[in-house]
């Protein structure tokens, strides 16, 4: 089961450590509310890239900012917990603002994986990632499944 780590100056201190043991770190990130198999595979994937895969998952307030919902299905601190039980996450963080390129810049990690709805080019944190010297990496299936198709389809479900 992977760690959840709060502090990030704790967690950037484990992954120096993982850094001079010659480990390879994968960075991924994301909002993770309802877990759907897209988010295993992406996780899947970007495990496969590295040696350790740490997951940053957006708090409930940076969800609300993010998309525009008022609603976060399931809190954070649960998320943050389902998401370490997954066997390809090392460790997990959770962040507050709406972009993770603070911590990006805090952690540098070697690979920053990012799903499929994105390429290298379109990657918001690519110009933090490419500064440090790390890489930019697409992975995961095609996206077809979203937590809002989800929360729209049970929605419609209630209707009928």
Excluded: W
């Amino acid at each position: 089961m992977g760690k959840i780590i709060h502090d990030h100056i704790e967690l950037k201190r484990v992954l120096d450590e993982e850094k001079k043991n010659g480990k390879i770190i994968v960075f991924g990130n994301g909002c993770f509310d309802i877990i759907h198999v897209g988010h295993i595979r992406y996780l899947k994937a970007a495990k496969e890239l590295g040696d350790v895969l740490v997951v940053a998952i957006n708090r409930d307030d940076s969800i609300r900012k993010l998309k525009n919902r008022r609603e976060v299905v399931t809190p954070d601190e649960e998320r943050a917990e389902i998401v370490a039980s997954i066997r390809y996450v090392d460790y997990v963080t959770l962040f507050s603002e709406t972009s993770v390129e603070n911590l990006l810049k805090l952690l540098k990690p070697h690979i920053h994986a990012k799903g499929t709805d994105y390429t290298e080019d379109t990657v918001p944190e690519r110009e933090v990632v490419l500064s440090y010297g790390g890489k930019v990496a697409i992975v995961g299936d095609e996206k077809r499944h979203s937590t809002s198709e989800i929360i729209t389809r049970i929605q419609k479900g209630k209707e009928n």
